[in-house]
């Protein structure tokens, strides 16, 4: 009976790996069919006419490491070797990643070589190296999440996206830093210590997500992992000069088993978690690999991953920039420039109000501060530094004290702010805004005073922390490099629609060019 039932779970599994694979096909944008073609011609080819793509390996983009890997090109121990030199070279100059964790990768990497020795099925990620984010549960580990305090709450399995990109056949070489429970947009902690943006050590490397920025910008790992609740993915790839994707809510499921306390439902509904690359194919890639089912998150969405294509040429709205926003000459010359780009590329592009830009991010700070203070602010405040004091008042400060009616008016008054965005996507598909309005600020400019907190995310990012509160995927592509510091623009579409915001980044990066190969020279 055993031996019965378990052939019929494998013959099951079997089927439901064909009908995941069909699905995974039907699902392809344009840049992944492109990817998943040059893997697959690669994967074909004889050994004797395997190529290795030009320059160092650490170098590669994720999809050239997949191929090459699976067409014998390249082992994944030398790939995972490659890497870890890279890593052990520049990272103690940046402070990216604070977890080695070489010797296991080593050890994944020989497993690696023999499965596909043995001809067995591959992931779309066999082989790659990335970096994990250190505040999602990575099994065996403790979640600091950026607190010392932190140090009891061992992961007892793999969040969702770890364990997704482990299926994909992805490695891990090392975790990542982020501030203090993530709450802050600049890379800190009295655990690890400030994380350096590779461009300039004068500059932010932006946060959360700033290690997985700085990481993945300095040819650490091809895919960094990260998350976004108020800026987290966008805001580090703007500062490293990476591209991004904060997906729909939804899209990537998400579960930490060594949490004490189940997520407020608002903070859950705000949160995505996402890769950052330095290409914007590997950025879909990833984004295909982290997407798929786990049960663990109750509001995980079996969406489709490309959705029907828009009729004609894609009108795209640049968004117009509130009169109280200063615009660097720098920013508007970039945000010229995408637009540029996106026109010589087949779209149109048009100069439009976007719905409520500043209702929407009082909205999101209104509410993501007052559940804070409500479920989560006093545990923080009794294990956090002054510096996180600091930059969580003048956040806290910018707020509407709400009673419970006043915050069910709010969540009420979200449903609003969506749908609203939803009848200007009929229209508008793609919205070009900015992802800063200012110069890159330093390195620990959230602790200067509450009103610089402010003015930080109220005066100059605010169009990326609205983008939370909606729900909406928000990709983030470089443009161009002024006074040798990176500038991105970010590529906001409707509700699961991912591909479209992809599609317009890819367009720009195509005459943009890949930004990181210009920090590389300056890091020789």
């Excluded at 011609?41 to 890997?69: F, H, L, M």
């Excluded at 990335?130 to 140090?151: L, Q």
């Excluded at 400030?194 to 790992?221: E, F, K, R, Y």
Aim: hydrophobic letters at 40%; glycine letters at 8%.
């Amino acid at each position: 009976m055993a031996k019965k039932a378990a052939a019929k779970k494998k013959s099951t599994a079997k089927k439901v790996t064909k009908t995941s694979s069909k699905t995974s096909s039907a699902r392809k944008g344009t840049v992944a069919k492109a990817a998943k073609k040059t893997v697959k011609t690669a994967a074909s080819r004889k050994p004797g006419a395997a190529r290795r793509p030009k320059g160092p390996v650490w170098q590669w983009s994720a999809v050239e490491t997949a191929a090459a890997i699976r067409s014998g090109a390249i082992t994944a121990v030398e790939t995972v070797e490659a890497h870890l030199d890279r890593m052990r070279a520049v990272n103690p100059r940046l402070n990216a990643v604070v977890v080695d964790l070489g010797e296991e990768a080593l050890k994944a990497a020989h497993a690696a070589d023999k499965q596909r020795a043995k001809g067995g099925e591959l992931g779309l990620l066999h082989g790659v190296p990335i970096t994990i984010k250190e505040n999602v549960d990575y099994e065996g580990r403790p979640n600091f999440n950026g607190v010392p305090a932190n140090k009891d709450l061992i992961a007892p399995s793999n969040s969702p996206v770890v364990r997704n990109l482990k299926k994909a056949g992805a490695i891990v070489i090392g975790l990542t830093n982020t501030p203090e429970f993530s709450f802050r947009g600049f890379t800190d902690n009295p655990l690890h210590g400030l994380t350096l943006n590779p461009w300039d050590p004068d500059i932010t490397c932006g946060g959360s997500s700033g290690g997985a920025g700085s990481a993945v910008a300095a040819g650490i790992g091809t895919i960094a992992h990260g998350n976004d609740i108020g800026g987290s993915l966008r805001w580090p790839a703007h500062c490293n000069g990476v591209a991004t994707i904060k997906p729909t809510q939804g899209r990537i499921p998400a579960f930490n088993g060594s949490a004490t306390a189940e997520r407020p439902m608002l903070a859950h509904l705000m949160s995505a978690q996402g890769p950052l690359a330095r290409h914007v194919a590997d950025v879909r890639l990833a984004l295909e690999a982290m997407s798929q089912r786990d049960p663990r998150d109750p509001w995980w969405v079996p969406a489709p991953l490309v959705g029907p294509k828009p009729k004609g040429r894609i009108k795209v709205a640049l968004a117009k920039i509130p009169e109280d926003m200063d615009v660097d000459p720098s920013v508007a010359a970039a945000l010229r420039q995408a637009a540029d780009h996106l026109e010589r590329s087949g779209y149109r592009v048009s100069e439009v109000e976007v719905p409520d830009i500043n209702g929407v991010w009082q909205t999101w700070c209104d509410i993501i501060t007052n559940e804070t203070v409500v479920m989560q602010e006093a545990s923080m405040l009794k294990v956090t530094t002054e510096d996180f004091h600091k930059a969580w008042g003048g956040m806290r400060a910018k707020a509407n004290g709400l009673d419970l009616k006043a915050w069910m008016q709010a969540t009420a008054a979200r449903n609003g702010h969506i749908r609203a965005w939803q009848l200007f996507f009929e229209e508008y598909p793609v919205v070009l805004a900015p992802t800063t309005v200012k110069p890159t600020p330093g390195p620990r400019d959230d602790t200067v005073s509450a009103e610089r907190v402010q003015e930080i995310f109220w005066g100059e990012i605010r169009f990326i922390s609205a983008i939370n509160v909606l729900g909406l995927p928000g990709a983030v592509v470089p443009v161009a490099v002024n006074e040798g510091k990176p500038i991105g623009v970010q590529l906001i579409a409707g509700r699961y629609r991912e591909d479209l915001a992809l599609d317009a980044a890819a367009a720009i990066e195509k005459r943009a060019g890949v930004i990181a190969h210009r920090l590389w020279e300056t890091l020789a």
